[in-house]
């Protein structure tokens, strides 16, 4: 019996095992994966736009309401939400005595081309796209951060053509006609392009990476006035858990979500999802397996020995014991003969387990918590089990009276 305990324990145990480590592995992947949703103005509902033709050209604005921080901390409250990244985005005017970096010399007599400059801030400007993908890549001082006023990272290129170092100010003023003022920045970082940029030799300067100027968002709002952000990104350890987070925060009263739209950004996450599913359900499928036989064979296992035990049986019926007593009996000398069995395969499936998983090269599917959550359900399981199979191999005892149990054994 010991044996036979001791080869269904060790299924059992690898199958939870197996189970465990497909959900640890599914965990870290996700996580490394990252998820983020992203909040925007919704320029899609009339009522948030206005369309302006001046001179024959058309432009449309944002008239709904201003995308700022507290929405943003609105929605980080409501949320098991760490980080978000206010993000806005302008084309600004630089002074006169600075002159832009031009690869092709077509813009030379254009005074707007020659000073017309892209700003754009984050409440971290370790957040920024070009930075995330190295497109650009710090080379001094340092980028901005959300403590910082008045701050700003530029390009080397940019510095050395007009002398300037870190620690000197820069004018940075909004377009004719748009709102917000002018503010002074300080130089906090340079910046070099790791990146080959397309059509330089046409592009204006305003498209070149290294007119490009990176500013704090304190600094953005004075500029920008009361435009508001042009996205919140919202960053999420787990992608799986984005979906459900943007339901619930479209529930949030206090945000006015006529105004705002929300979008997902797990893609690294959906092409994968699918494959993530497939392993959970073959190893649930697995564990069921391993579980369903263990409490046929046991169950199967006890019929025979307890058939075995009648004249014991209608003995302890004789004196007044109850079938509820004696089925709690079998249930104890189950679990007495099974503790040793079950305490030898979970440490041998555990030894097991890490030493293919070593010979595989994985690194941290084996730790502590992935032994103790396998521990735990091997005994509850396991307890389970044993229940069930001891009360399936009882039921001959209880549809049998003690009449009948006594003329057996005359």
Not at 221 to 234: K, L, P, Q, R
Not at 294 to 322: A, W
Request: with cysteine; net charge negative.
């Amino acid at each position: 019996m010991s044996l036979m305990i001791f080869l269904l324990s060790s299924f059992g145990v690898t199958g939870l095992l197996l189970r465990s480590a497909v959900d640890s592995a599914m965990t870290k992947t996700r996580q490394s994966l990252k998820g983020a949703f992203r909040v925007a103005p919704d320029m899609q509902n009339s009522d948030n736009v206005e369309v302006d033709q001046e001179e024959g050209q058309t432009s449309i604005r944002y008239v709904g309401k201003p995308l700022n921080e507290e929405v943003a901390e609105a929605i980080r409250r409501s949320q098991n939400i760490d980080n978000y990244d206010i993000v806005i985005k302008r084309e600004a005017m630089l002074p006169n005595h600075i002159s832009l970096v031009d690869y092709n010399g077509k813009y030379l007599e254009d005074p707007v081309a020659m000073h017309l400059v892209s700003v754009e801030a984050h409440t971290e400007g370790r957040y920024a796209g070009d930075f995330q993908k190295e497109r650009l890549r710090l080379t001094e001082g340092e980028l901005v951060t959300v403590d910082d006023q008045y701050a700003a990272v530029i390009s080397t290129k940019l510095a050395l053509q007009n002398q300037l170092e870190i620690g000197d100010e820069i004018g940075i003023s909004p377009q004719e006609g748009f709102a917000g003022r002018e503010i002074r920045v300080t130089v906090k970082g340079l910046f070099t392009v790791e990146e080959k940029q397309q059509d330089t030799d046409v592009a204006a300067p305003v498209f070149l990476l290294e007119n490009r100027i990176f500013i704090d968002s304190t600094s953005a709002g004075v500029m920008a006035g009361e435009t508001g952000a042009d996205y919140i990104d919202f960053f999420v350890e787990d992608p799986a858990h984005v979906p459900a987070m943007i339901e619930e925060i479209q529930n949030l009263e206090e945000i006015d979500w006529k105004s705002f739209a929300v979008t997902a950004h797990i893609e690294e996450y959906e092409k994968i999802a699918d494959s993530l599913g497939d392993m959970s359900v073959l190893s649930d499928t697995l564990l069921i397996i391993s579980v369903a036989l263990s409490t046929v064979v046991l169950s199967l296992t006890q019929i025979l020995f307890h058939r075995s035990r009648e004249h014991e049986t209608g003995i302890l019926l004789s004196i007044g014991i109850s079938k509820a007593e004696i089925v709690q009996q079998h249930f104890m000398e189950m679990a007495m003969t099974s503790l040793a069995p079950f305490v030898v395969s979970f440490v041998f499936c555990i030894l097991e387990f890490s030493f293919y998983m070593a010979a595989l090269n994985i690194e941290g599917t084996m730790d502590m918590g992935l032994a103790l959550s396998a521990m735990l359900l091997t005994f509850g399981w396991g307890s389970t089990v044993l229940l069930v199979s001891v009360l399936l191999s009882n039921l001959w005892l209880m549809r049998f009276q003690p009449k009948r149990i006594f003329s057996k054994l005359s």
